[in-house]
């Protein structure tokens, strides 16, 4: 992938990374719970990007879908996340609760521009059972 859909928050060295920085800087190293919170968040800030360029007619249907699966099996590998923790997190990004409905409804939408299943979410977000559109 490359570009603008580089693998954001996919970083083998984070915890490597975090302990240097926290020597040169004298700051706290990050636990491994806030390094995945980043993770997840670097991840819905990638799909956020797809799915953008996307609705504005820059990506086709299934270049942008196999982008925006790839950020979404990156998401589901993440698991857990301290929900206040990544909401902070995304908020300083310019990502709110209706900035992720929209994520939501253009995944959910792609999907069925190319033929495939629609994922289904639940009022927390939180992905059910998909269903055929």
């Given at each position: ?33 806030e390094l995945r919170d980043e993770k997840y968040c670097g991840f ?90």
């Amino acid at each position: 992938m490359g570009g603008a859909f580089s693998n954001v928050g996919e970083d083998p060295d984070d915890a490597q990374a975090s302990i240097i920085s926290s020597v040169i800087f004298g700051s706290k190293p990050k636990t491994a719970a806030e390094l995945r919170d980043e993770k997840y968040c670097g991840f819905l800030i990638g799909l956020d990007k797809v799915l953008e360029e996307w609705k504005k007619g820059k990506l086709r249907n299934q270049e942008a879908l196999m982008h925006a699966d790839y950020y979404m099996e990156k998401i589901q590998e993440v698991g857990r996340v301290d929900a206040s923790r990544a909401k902070e997190i995304l908020a300083s990004k310019g990502v709110d609760d209706k900035r992720r409905l929209f994520l939501q409804q253009a995944y959910q939408e792609l999907k069925k521009a190319c033929g495939q299943r629609v994922p289904q979410f639940d009022d927390n977000g939180m992905h059910r059972q998909d269903s055929h559109w």
